[in-house]
Each structure stands twice: as structure tokens, then as C-alpha cells.
């Protein structure tokens, strides 16, 4: 497939108050590739959500973006999201900082303080399951900078919990795993409280994190967990609302090379679940016959696993979650290969390549064919 190239740029306005309007965007343009016969025939309902096993193109999101500027220090974003079947605001958020006291406070609807930025397409496992979903929140972050060196880190957040849900491991849409999910008003609203903390010293940045709260009454332990894995209802108090999840990030860069290990853990009610990954990549100057600024090579490895349910009979006899037509309660592992042309500081080509691995639950079908292949044009203006 040759891929048609196209160039814009962002745009400044004034309204009729005086203030600066920035407008900008992105969109993606992706081709996918899934292992696995496509058609009807090849569909085998035991799998409950299997989609579309074919090659398509499709518009992965478009986003139209305003950010308002108030004054030097206090500014108001928002993000229109579309892709091919919805349109919505994604994003929308205030930040005031404060210079005298080196704090940031946040309040709208963003990613939780403790999301990073990846460089792939694909998310980590345990980003998707963890930090992708948009949250309502109150937050703050404070710097604190040792000499020139680096700097100490330490934020309070206040949020609307997330519902569970579902999410797609990498870009097919088939077999679903369960994720903290994008805000939305339920009735039986809770709460979420989070601290974090770290340092940046000398190329090396350490983060860590701990949420706590309930889970929504009663969405998340009737709907999401009793409907959802088998026998839930069995393994102790299926009213249990206990939320709570925490982890830690380490970054090294050194000489062109990016490494990142993260990992996770987090109990919501009777279930507990636990991830990480490592990743390495390399940013080196493109060949000039590509006309383009760099490649970057990346590669990741990682995991997410429901921890086995103990029964009410007794001590150490443990059972897993897993069966076949349930995909959230599926252990996961994903490796991801990427290579990322970065052609200018607006357009980017990536090639990627997931390698997944499920365990089904099923003496029959122990896993299915996924692994998944990725072309992707993302356009910035």
C-alpha cells in the first residue's frame, strides 16, 4: 500500500475578548492486519465478540483541538475526538500554574497525573488496562529542582472513578480486556483518591503511585465483575467494593537509547490483577535518501494476569478466572515491534507488529490467532 502524504499547519486566533485561541489537530490513518480467517464462516460465536478478522483501513481518530489562552499562567484546553462511527469531546481541562510555589493544578476531564506519553502506537498492556481512560478529576503537581541536575516530583489528585470496562489489547477489536474505562456519569458514583512521587536525577527519572476508593454502586462489582467472570459471586462477599491500585515508572535515557520498566497492581473488589513491561528504544538520524528527520526502533514485552481466586473452602485452594467465551478474563502477554519515521515535525509513518498471547481457560482452544500487523499515517496541524 502507498500511502498519500499530506501537510498542514496550526492556526492563531484573537476573539473578540483579546484572547489568543490556538487551533490545531491530528489525525490517524491506519491499515490493520489480524491473524485469523475473515468471513462469516470463519466466525466462532464461543469467542462472543469476534469482529472484523479481515485486512481494513480505517480512520483510527481525528481530534480538533482549541486551547484558550487566559494569561501566562492560566490556560483552557478541549479536544474533539471522531473517528468512523463517533464524535465526542475526548479531553477537556484547565491549568493554572503557579509560579511561587512551582505547582501545577489541573481540573477537567484527562488522563490520570501518572499516564506517559508513548512513543508506539500500541499501548503497554497495563497502560490500557490502568492509565489510558479519560477521568474527571482535581489535581496538582509540585517540582521541587536540586541544582541543575533534576528535580523531585509529588502531585494529590482528587477523581470521579472510572467505571470498568472493556478495551481493545492492541488494535483489533475482538477479544476485549478489562480496563478502567473512560469517565461517564454513573448512578452509584464513588470517588478516587491518588498520590504520586518521584525524582529526576542525572538521566534517570523514578515515579510511584498509590489510588485508593470504591468501586461504583453498583456498575462495577454487579455489572462488570458478577456478570462477567465466572463464579465471582462465589469466591467471598460479591458486594466487596474495595478499589485500589499502585505501581511505579523508571525511565533511563542515555546516548540516543530510551528504557522504560513499569508495573502495576491493583484489586477491585474479590479480583486482583497485576502487569508490567519493559521497553528499549533508538532514535537514530534517517538515511537521506528518506528525506525525513529520524527513525526510532522500539521494542516491548509485558504482560497482565488476573491473580488466581482463592474459594471460600478453605486456605490455598486457588482457581483461575479464565474460560474461553469470557475475554476479560483472559491472561495476556504482548510483545511490540515498532518503527517509527518521523518524516517532519508534523507527519509521522509507523510500522508495527503485536505478537499476543492469551490464555483462554480452554483445554480446547488454550489460545486464538491475533497477532496483529500495523501501517499507520498520523498528520499533526
Given amino acids: 500500500m502507498l500511502p498519500l502524504l499530506a501537510f498542514s499547519q496550526g492556526m492563531t486566533v484573537s476573539t473578540a475578548s483579546g484572547l489568543d485561541v490556538i487551533i490545531g489537530g491530528e489525525v490517524e490513518l491506519e491499515f490493520i492486519d489480524v491473524e485469523g480467517e475473515g468471513g462469516f464462516a470463519n466466525q466462532d460465536l464461543t469467542y462472543q465478540k469476534v469482529k472484523n478478522r479481515s485486512p481494513h483501513m480505517r480512520i483510527d481518530m481525528a481530534i480538533l483541538s482549541a486551547r484558550v489562552n487566559y494569561n501566562d499562567n492560566l490556560y483552557y484546553q478541549i479536544e474533539y475526538r471522531f473517528d468512523d462511527e463517533s464524535a465526542y469531546v475526548d479531553k477537556q481541562y484547565a491549568r493554572l500554574n503557579v509560579p511561587g510555589i512551582n505547582t501545577r493544578f489541573e481540573m477537567g476531564k484527562n488522563r490520570p497525573f501518572v499516564s506517559t506519553k508513548r512513543q508506539s502506537e500500541g499501548y503497554p498492556l497495563i497502560g490500557t488496562a490502568f492509565w489510558k481512560g479519560r477521568e474527571a478529576h482535581i489535581n496538582s503537581v509540585t517540582e521541587l529542582l536540586l541544582g541543575d541536575k533534576g528535580k523531585l516530583v509529588g502531585g494529590f489528585s482528587f477523581a470521579m472513578k472510572r467505571p470498568l470496562g472493556t478495551d481493545d489489547a492492541a488494535e483489533d477489536k475482538s477479544f476485549k480486556m478489562m480496563v478502567y474505562d473512560d469517565y461517564e456519569p454513573k448512578n452509584g458514583q464513588t470517588f478516587e483518591y491518588g498520590i504520586k512521587a518521584g525524582i529526576e536525577l542525572f ?179
Fill in 203 to 381: 538521566g534517570v527519572s523514578a515515579l510511584g503511585w498509590y489510588f485508593t476508593g470504591e468501586l461504583i454502586d453498583d456498575w462495577d462489582w454487579k455489572t462488570s465483575l458478577k456478570q462477567s467472570l465466572a463464579g465471582y459471586d462465589e469466591r467471598g462477599d460479591e458486594t466487596d467494593r474495595t478499589h485500589n491500585w499502585y505501581g511505579g515508572r523508571v525511565d533511563y535515557d542515555i546516548a540516543g537509547f530510551h528504557l522504560r520498566g513499569e508495573y502495576i497492581e491493583a484489586q477491585d473488589g474479590l479480583l486482583n490483577r497485576y502487569g508490567y513491561y519493559g521497553e528499549g528504544s533508538y532514535k537514530l538520524k534517517a538515511p537521506s535518501f528518506l528525506h525525513a528527520k529520524s527513525i526510532r526502533l522500539l521494542g516491548r514485552q509485558g504482560i497482565l494476569r488476573l491473580s488466581p481466586a482463592q474459594n471460600d473452602e478453605g486456605a490455598g485452594d486457588f482457581v483461575s478466572w479464565a474460560y474461553l467465551s469470557e475475554a476479560m478474563s483472559w491472561n495476556r502477554a504482548m510483545t511490540t515491534l515498532s518503527m517509527i519515521l518521523e518524516i517532519n515535525e508534523n507527519l509521522m509513518l509507523k510500522v508495527e507488529h503485536y505478537i499476543l498471547d492469551e490464555e483462554t481457560g480452554s483445554d480446547v482452544e488454550t489460545g486464538v490467532n491475533d497477532d496483529q500487523s500495523l501501517l499507520q499515517l498520523n498528520f499533526k496541524f
